[in-house]
């Protein structure tokens, strides 16, 4: 049954919203209970933890007018997605021209959800040892437990890789003047991530691997942290063979827990009965009616067509392929044929056997059929997809054996993605880090990935040459030319208003 989510925080520790945990996400707000006598019961414990999931969200708060949520900003900064509605909002101008400034508001947005969410979790983690067993069953207070470690992990990896060093807040306010935390090195932040890992890891080991639910579950954790170690051996860390050791190890024992498989189709990763399975290892939950999802209506083309294809259809324009980039996957890719991953025509709402002529290739992968009918969407949104852990176990054993691999496992799980896009390819004998890193480009695209993949690896895909190109001084196909990224276009500035509240925010 499809979840849905009301936003609830914990504003700060002294304040933690009591809610009804009949069903998860499902949060009616009651009234503020301190935490000192709010851990009493299961139902609280659960609401407290079911709070921190709804932080996952904010990647959809917007500004005003249409397509200007947070997590298209993100997506305009690799350079491969173009936005065919014109923006006058300068604050996503600056995401295409590589100048985003300290005042920019996705900057300070990404930077306040992810420290709202991790003063939630070090709230609960700070009260969980008073949950004793009269009060909780020890499995149930510990999968709930190794979730927070697990969300605050998650807060503090999107923070270090976008801003760098940042402030390691471990314990909850208690003194709402003691806000001038020093800054932590990358080092350090990346140490405690794979610390809170570890805990969540040991605290779910009776877990279940996956959650239809959408819960984090055990395969999420193993997941990230294949995530986390793949990025610690890259930039800016340059951790190298050791850590991609560790994170071949972990996406081997996702991919040998037999719980998760590549779907067999494209059209499979648009069913809404697929959601929470199969391969997608962990989502943002949404529904329809309370909760919806603007990525079907911020997809949509623009101009909206005379003849509509989709029910508020002219919510659209806010990202599509570039053409350089759509042109850079091979003609007889199956992810660039018709309505596998694009499309660039599309049956009319009211008589299917019209269709409209696009003019350009729009992104498909999220397109939702009930959203077109209905003007409402319920589509979850994938941040963890089982290809993308095929694709690090195959990329770290090919940096482990110095480029190129012949190894089987890492072939088996670079060919498990690949047969998809090439059915009548025959599997190599040896893959290369180039080859896998391509595939990423392409398979994992327009997920929310790729700026944190160009980060760690300093490279880029080349889409006039198809070959994978050092990253600084390339100039992406949408971005402005003459606009080459820099290294000082790697981390964002530390928000301005944030840079009021604590001086030690400088670099």
Same mark, same amino acid.
């Given at each position: ?70 997590? %298209? ?54 009260? @969980? ?193 570039? %053409? ?129 993949? @160009? ?15 050092? %990253? ?17 276009? @790697? ?17």
């Amino acid at each position: 049954m499809k979840k849905y989510i009301i936003n609830i925080t914990l504003v700060i520790p002294f304040l933690i919203i009591f809610t009804s945990c009949n069903d998860f996400l499902k949060e009616e707000p009651k009234t503020f209970l301190s935490p000192d006598f709010y851990f009493q019961s299961p139902s609280q414990v659960k609401a407290a933890v079911n709070g921190v999931y709804t932080f996952l969200d904010d990647i959809f708060d917007a500004t005003i007018g249409p397509g200007t949520e947070v997590y %298209l900003f993100l997506e305009y900064l690799p350079g491969y997605g173009d936005r065919p509605y014109s923006s006058s909002d300068e604050n996503l101008n600056q995401a295409f021209n590589l100048n985003v400034k300290e005042d920019n508001y996705y900057v300070e947005r990404l930077w306040s959800s992810a420290y709202l969410a991790i003063e939630n979790c070090n709230s609960i983690i700070e009260n @969980m040892p008073k949950v004793t067993t009269e009060i909780m069953n020890e499995n149930e207070k510990n999968k709930l437990w190794g979730e927070v470690y697990f969300l605050r992990a998650y807060n503090y990896f999107n923070l270090v890789r976008l801003f760098g060093d940042v402030p390691l807040k471990l314990k909850s306010t208690r003194d709402l003047t003691d806000i001038k935390i020093p800054l932590s090195s990358v080092e350090e932040v990346y140490s405690q991530i794979e610390k809170d890992l570890i805990a969540a890891d040991s605290l779910m080991s009776n877990d279940e691997w996956v959650n239809g639910e959408g819960r984090i579950a055990k395969g999420a954790v193993k997941s990230l942290l294949a995530k986390v170690y793949i990025t610690m051996a890259g930039y800016p860390l340059l951790k190298g063979v050791p850590f991609y050791q560790k994170a071949y190890e972990k996406a081997d024992a996702v991919m040998k827990s037999n719980k998760f498989y590549i779907f067999n189709s494209y059209a499979d990763l648009r069913k809404v009965a697929n959601e929470n399975t199969g391969e997608y290892i962990w989502m943002i939950q949404r529904e329809s009616q309370y909760a919806p999802s603007p990525v079907h209506f911020n997809l949509l083309p623009y101009p909206e067509p005379e003849k509509p294809i989709s029910a508020a259809g002219s919510y659209g324009g806010a990202l599509a392929p570039s %053409l350089a980039f759509y042109n850079s996957y091979a003609t007889n890719d199956k992810r660039i044929e018709e309505k596998e991953y694009y499309y660039t025509s599309h049956e009319t709402l009211q008589d299917p056997n019209v269709t409209v002529d696009l003019e350009r290739p729009y992104i498909y992968k999220y397109w939702d059929d009930d959203a077109a009918k209905t003007g409402k969407s319920g589509k979850n949104y994938p941040l963890i997809r089982y290809a993308d852990i095929l694709l690090i176990l195959a990329e770290a054993k090919t940096q482990i054996d110095g480029g190129t691999t012949n190894d089987v496992n890492a072939i088996n799980a670079y060919y498990e993605v690949r047969k998809r896009a090439f059915p009548d390819e025959s599997k190599p004998t040896t893959i290369t880090t180039e080859d896998v890193l391509k595939e990423r480009f392409w398979e994992i695209c327009f997920e929310g990935q790729t700026w944190y993949d @160009m980060l760690r690896t300093r490279k880029a895909l080349n889409v006039t040459t198809r070959n994978i190109i050092d %990253l600084i001084g390339y100039n992406a196909p949408s971005h402005p030319e003459g606009h080459p990224f820099k290294e000082g276009d @790697m981390l964002f500035p530390y928000p301005l208003r944030e840079k009021r509240l604590n001086p030690n925010l400088i670099r």
